[in-house]
Nanobody
Framework: QVQLKESGGGLVQAGDSLRLSCAASGGTLNKYVVGWFRQAPGPERMFVAAISWSGYRTSYSDSVKGRFTISRDNDMDTVYLQLNNLKPEDTAVYYC????????????????????WGQGTQVTVSS
C-alpha cells in the first residue's frame, strides 16, 4: 500500500513562491493519478491540482490556474506543486492524494475519487 508524505510548506509573504513535494513510500506512484488538495480552517477539503500518471494531463482549480504548476518525476516516485505569486487566501494545509488507474491520461478532481492521503503540510501566506 502506497504511503504519501508532503513536504515544503512554510511561512512566506504575499508574492513569494514555494515548492511542495509529495513522496511515495511502500510502493510506486506508477499508475496513480496524484492530486493536491487544501483545507483552510473549516470542514471542506478543496481541489487544487491533479496530474495523470503519464504526466501528460493536468487539471487546476480556477483559483490557482496560472500561478501553481503540478509535475511529477515517476523515477523518483514524487509529485511536485510549484506555488508562485502566493496570496493570503492560499493559506491552508496542503494534502497530496493518490488513486490507482489503468488509464495513463486519467485525471480526477474530487476528494472522493482518491484513496490514499498524506498527512499534509502547512502553507501560511502573510500579507
Amino acid at each position: 500500500q502506497v504511503q504519501l508524505k508532503e513536504s515544503g510548506g512554510g511561512l512566506v509573504q504575499a508574492g513569494d513562491s514555494l515548492r511542495l513535494s509529495c513522496a511515495a513510500s511502500g510502493g510506486t506512484l506508477n499508475k496513480y493519478v496524484v492530486g493536491w488538495f487544501r483545507q483552510a480552517p473549516g470542514p471542506e477539503r478543496m481541489f487544487v491540482a491533479a496530474i495523470s500518471w503519464s504526466g501528460y494531463r493536468t487539471s487546476y482549480s480556477d483559483s490557482v490556474k496560472g500561478r501553481f504548476t503540478i509535475s511529477r518525476d515517476n523515477d523518483m516516485d514524487t509529485v511536485y506543486l510549484q506555488l508562485n505569486n502566493l496570496k493570503p487566501e492560499d493559506t491552508a494545509v496542503y494534502y497530496c492524494a493518490a488513486a490507482q488507474t489503468i488509464e495513463p491520461h486519467r485525471v480526477w478532481t474530487d476528494v472522493s475519487q482518491f484513496d490514499y492521503w498524506g498527512q499534509g503540510t502547512q502553507v501560511t501566506v502573510s500579507s
